[in-house]
């Protein structure tokens, strides 16, 4: 294969386009570097520059407008050590779409060398302005003048981190600064400034890059800082099941049809764990158990509620018509229910410092709080076991094991005080 | 009920480890409920992980990661998806194998995040422009978590694209008891990737209409890989011939090979009534038709696990039934408009539910009312 970067000496752009000279910029720094276009990922993405890769005798990847930084980075990460260059072309209407990639991949300081062809406007689509249009810069919809300013986006990869980053105006050989690039392990940013031949020139008549970065008080500059290096997240790919507690049967349950508790407190008060435990006893009962939780999205906060499914038969249902019990421990988990028990005619067992609510349940209380919040959940259940023949206490015990439970609540008092 | 060896696990589990032993090497994560169990799990199975900043990251990332010769993995949910599908349709222009969970929760828009639904079957469906078919899994339960995620992998691999396997926040979530000893063994798919001295066209099909892949690392071949309309090279076209013949192949590769991606389970029992479901309605829709037995009433069952594109089958098995009751949880049954169009035959019953699992009794009601 020819060692050249590019395949062609005539490439697509227009006459006098800047794109021209980056092209051949880089493959005379990929040259003056002895890198075979085979160890080179250019990606690029929607804009003029992107029909490059046409010309190019590297691997090249395509993409979307905009996100090439984030694929390419991808490409680095998926890469590495594998000794390859990845190089970016991106306009700037891509940088602006896909600033959220730049930032990242510069605070990484990820190995990427990012060549923005900042021609400051919308060349393909037909000259319109973009974020990198300088303010006075006329485009075709800002005919008269831009009345904004424009991203430094130098400066915002340089506060992101990024380990590289020069600003040049296009010129013949500016070969060098990509040769530094291409150097750096890490992220790098070359901003290049151009002039579309095909709107800017003709709009904005004798125009030069200097005056304009004189106007908007930027320059020409070339800075490396120094590299953060990040080891990547390797996990210990253990198998997940190995860990996993396998539980066998020990226990008769003696319920013959599915069944559905559900237990609503406050959250913070075990409501989830004490239904997992609850769940555990009944698998060790031989019963197969679905459960779910339910609670707000700032967890630590509210009502939480716990709904256990048991069945007899092997696959146990995700849901059911209405539940059978309802067990409520706090304010939280009644205000929750309140519309729910206006209909519900199972079996409501209420802590005893609650309102009555509006209901056609039948109504038991007992003080489920006298161990504390803490305890009230389990305690609950404990009373709920007592009071219906769904599975042995023993089981639930076990349950309360397998669940990491047990020794934090007070099984002795509960079993005392309800005289089990 | 037989001594067996249970576990008690949520469906995000056996997810990960089912896509972890098949051979998912890596996991680009942005958490969104109801899918952060599975990242969380991701992060203690599979080899690598990376947090990315937002879900089109996620989904560029993986592209590249996916080129470089992994198989990436993500899971989201809608509002996240959303943000990832014009880079799904670039993995699939491009070719990129992948799997991508859709953890399906109540919408529209970011709607609630911690109750589930069924309602983004219609956005896989039509979320390639031009109509281009996503091979997409439906979770109905957990030895569908154990075994769906295998399928995408493999499918994802053999077929060089991007594959959704959707569940939803109550197979995500939710804790079951379950007999490990029924679970299956996964073996590790293995890669081919191109090997020969003959130059690489990166898009050249072979009998399957599947190119063969090679990562960006080759030193010998050139890899060209785009998002836009290209010929076999890889190179980009307005619309010359052999550029739209490889684009229509893309169609045509999946549709060809759904044979060997297809899965769904059926249940026969009399001609009269058929239940056809999908994702958690399938396991509530057994519990109807256990029921329903007690009374005497013949219930058939056809849960849809390929539900993109739609298999053949399907039909030949619904065509059997006097009455058909679509069951999803959705607004106006979206597996229904698939199957059958916007207006619904006469003998087609559909049954929907949003913001709450369809209910056994409404199962039971339609069927009792209408068989």
Redesign the interface.
């Given at each position: 294969?020819d060692k050249k970067l590019l395949n062609s000496n005539k490439l697509p752009f227009c006459a006098g386009c800047g794109h021209h000279l980056i092209a051949q910029n880089t493959q005379k720094a990929l040259e003056n570097l002895n890198i075979?276009?085979?160890?080179v990922?250019l990606v690029s993405d929607i804009g003029c520059h992107g029909?490059i890769?046409?010309f190019s005798?590297?691997?090249?990847?395509?993409?979307?407008h905009g996100?090439s930084v984030?694929?390419?980075?991808?490409?680095?990460?998926?890469?590495k050590n594998?000794g390859?260059k990845v190089i970016v072309f991106i306009g700037d209407g891509g940088a602006t779409i896909g600033m959220?990639?730049i930032l990242?991949a510069a605070r990484l300081d990820i190995d990427l060398t990012v060549i923005i062809h900042n021609n400051m406007l919308y060349g393909m689509t037909g000259g319109q302005a973009s974020g990198f249009t300088p303010k006075g810069f006329i485009t075709t919809t800002t005919p008269s003048e831009s009345k904004t300013r424009n991203y430094d986006i130098c400066q915002i990869a340089l506060a992101a981190k990024a380990s590289f980053v020069a600003r040049v105006v296009a010129k013949p050989d500016f070969s060098n600064v990509i040769e530094e690039a291409l150097k750096n392990e890490g992220f790098s940013l070359i901003e290049t400034l151009e002039l579309c031949p095909s709107y800017a020139l003709k709009m904005n008549k004798g125009m030069k890059l200097q005056t304009i970065l004189d106007n908007i008080g930027e320059k020409e500059f070339v800075v490396k800082n120094e590299n953060y290096r990040w080891d990547?997240?390797?996990?210990?790919?253990?198998?997940?099941?190995e860990k996993?507690?396998?539980?066998?049967?020990k226990y008769e349950s003696k319920i013959d049809k599915?069944l559905c508790v559900q237990l609503s407190g406050s959250a913070g008060e075990g409501v989830q764990t004490a239904g997992?435990a609850f769940?555990?006893g009944?698998?060790v009962a031989?019963?197969?158990?679905?459960?779910?939780?339910?609670?707000p999205?700032t967890v630590g906060v509210g009502f939480s509620t716990s709904e256990v499914i048991l069945s007899?038969?092997?696959?146990?249902?995700?849901?059911?018509?209405s539940p059978d019990i309802i067990i409520i421990t706090s304010v939280d988990g009644l205000t929750v229910n309140i519309e729910k028990l206006k209909t519900f005619k199972g079996k409501l067992y209420l802590d005893s410092s609650l309102e009555t609510p509006q209901t056609e349940a039948e109504i038991k209380r007992y003080d489920f709080r006298k161990f504390g919040p803490k305890n009230s959940s389990v305690f609950s259940l404990f009373y709920l076991l007592k009071e219906n023949d769904i599975y042995p206490i023993q089981s639930f015990i076990e349950g309360l094991e397998?669940a990491n439970l047990k020794d934090k609540v007070e099984v002795e008092k509960f079993k005392t005080e309800l005289g089990i | 009920?037989k001594?067996?060896?249970?576990?008690?696990?949520n469906g995000s589990?056996l997810i990960?480890?089912s896509l972890?032993r098949s051979g998912a090497d890596v996991f680009?994560g942005y958490p969104i409920?109801p899918s952060n169990y599975l990242y969380l799990?991701?992060?203690?199975?599979?080899?690598?992980?990376?947090?990315?900043?937002?879900e089109?990251?996620t989904l560029?990332?993986?592209?590249?990661?996916?080129?470089?010769?992994?198989l990436p993995v993500t899971a989201t949910s809608f509002p996240g998806f959303a943000l990832m599908i014009?880079?799904i349709n670039?993995a699939y222009m491009?070719e990129l194998p992948m799997v991508i969970v859709l953890a399906q929760r109540l919408g529209p828009s970011t709607g609630t995040?911690?109750c589930g639904a069924s309602g983004d079957l219609l956005l896989i469906k039509g979320m390639i422009s031009g109509g281009y078919p996503v091979p997409t899994f439906a979770i109905s339960?957990f030895k569908d978590c154990w075994e769906l995620p295998q399928e995408a992998v493999k499918t994802a691999l053999t077929l060089r694209t991007p594959v959704i396997v959707l569940t939803s926040k109550?197979i995500t979530?939710?804790?079951?008891?379950f007999?490990?000893e029924t679970?299956k063994d996964i073996k590790k798919i293995e890669r081919k990737f191109y090997n020969s001295e003959e130059t690489y066209i990166p898009y050249k099909p072979e009998e399957n209409f599947v190119p063969q892949f090679l990562?960006?690392?080759?030193?010998?071949?050139?890899?060209?890989?785009?998002?836009?309309t290209h010929d076999q090279k890889?190179?980009?076209q307005h619309s010359t011939k052999e550029a739209l013949e490889n684009t229509a192949r893309l169609q045509k590769k999946i549709v060809s090979n759904l044979k060997d991606f297809t899965f769904y389970e059926y249940i026969e029992d009399g001609n009269q009534n058929l239940i056809v479901t999908f994702d958690?309605s399938s396991?509530?829709s057994?519990?109807a038709i256990?029921e329903l037995r007690k009374e005497n009433k013949k219930v058939s069952l056809l849960v849809a696990k390929t539900v993109v594109p739609v298999p053949e089958v399907y039909y030949e098995i619904i065509s059997k039934y006097k009455k058909v009751y679509v069951v999803e949880e959705n607004l106006n049954g979206q597996l229904c408009e698939i199957l059958f169009g916007n207006k619904t035959p006469n003998n087609v019953i559909k049954i929907n539910s949003i913001g709450k699992?369809?209910?056994?009794?409404k199962i039971k009601e339609e069927v009792r009312k209408n068989g």
């Open positions: 294969m075979d276009p085979l160890d990922i029909i890769d046409k005798n590297s691997h090249t990847v395509h993409g979307l996100r984030a694929l390419a980075a991808g490409i680095s990460l998926g890469l594998k390859k959220q990639h990242e990547f997240y390797t996990n210990s790919t253990d198998d997940l099941l996993i507690k396998k539980i066998e049967k599915t997992e769940s555990y009944g698998i031989g019963l197969s158990v679905n459960q779910r939780g339910s609670y999205v007899p038969e092997d696959d146990c249902t995700y849901n059911v018509n397998l | 009920m001594n067996s060896k249970k576990i008690f696990v589990l990960v480890e972890a680009v409920t799990y991701s992060t203690k199975r599979l080899p690598l992980t990376f947090h990315a900043p937002d089109i990251t560029q990332w993986m592209c590249g990661l996916s080129a470089s010769g992994k014009e880079s670039m491009m995040a911690t339960d109550e979530m939710t804790n079951r008891s007999d490990i679970l990562p960006l690392y080759s030193n010998k071949h050139q890899v060209r890989l785009t998002a836009s890889g190179i980009l958690v396991n509530i057994k519990e256990r699992m369809i209910s056994i009794d």
